[in-house]
């Protein structure tokens, strides 16, 4: 069993930066790709990128590629989602997700989710 802990979620005015932090419980985060996905209202849940156990390989969709970066200290079980030039399309509930896979891009492959933080972006 794994929990997933979010936080660092907020308001930020377009073209800010935020970072998100996923604190993982248990001795088996490193047996896991880390992923973070969004979810804004009247759509569906939404892959954002992920990193592979060791942290050698990460994926992100097309509309953040070159302003997020995530990353993760398996010493300290945590995974960060980096966000910069942030647009008010952002806008969303983050979600940290764990998953067996090695690449993980979708929800249905994903074992464990946390509770979700809100990030909200204004123009």
């Known amino acids: 069993q794994v929990q997933l802990v979010e936080s660092g979620g907020g308001l930020m005015q377009a073209g800010g930066s935020l970072r998100l932090s996923c604190a993982a419980s248990?001795?088996?985060?490193?047996?896991?790709?880390m992923g973070w996905f969004r979810q804004a209202p009247g759509k569906d849940r939404e892959f954002v990128g992920s990193?592979?156990?060791?942290?050698?390989?990460?994926l992100y969709v097309d509309s953040v590629k070159g302003r997020f970066t995530i990353s993760r200290d398996n010493a300290k079980n945590t995974v960060y989602l980096e966000m910069n030039s942030l647009k008010p399309e952002d806008t969303a509930v983050y979600y940290c997700?764990?998953?067996?896979?090695?690449?993980?891009?979708?929800?249905?492959?994903?074992?464990?989710w946390g509770q979700g933080t809100q990030v909200t972006i204004s123009s």
């Open positions: 248990g001795r088996t985060f490193s047996s896991y790709t």
């Open positions: 990193i592979t156990r060791t942290g050698g390989y990460t």
């Open positions: 997700a764990a998953g067996l896979v090695y690449e993980l891009r979708s929800p249905s492959a994903v074992n464990y």
